[in-house]
């Protein structure tokens, strides 16, 4: 499992972005990187809610993901 192998490289830090701040947000992109900042994982989904103007400004999706496939790819 992927899980285990990320683990074992010591500390992994969670990073999101967001369609905004609201309660309905939903995630955009989920990462995974290292104490050294490497990226070690990547994948982006595609939100069923609008993206705010202001996070819009600040993200850029080219070509999302629905979660099921991300579920497959963590497991």
């Known amino acids: 499992m992927l899980a285990h192998t990320w683990l074992a490289l010591g500390p992994v830090f969670l990073d999101t972005e967001t369609t905004g701040l609201d309660a309905g947000a939903q995630a955009l992109e989920i990462g995974l990187v290292n104490a050294r900042g490497e990226r ?10 609008g993206i705010d103007p202001a996070a819009a400004a600040v993200q ?14 963590l497991a």
């Open 60 to 73: 850029i999706v080219t070509e999302p993901y629905r979660f099921p496939v991300l579920s497959v790819r």
């Open 40 to 49: 070690i994982f990547e994948t982006r989904l595609k939100p069923t809610v």
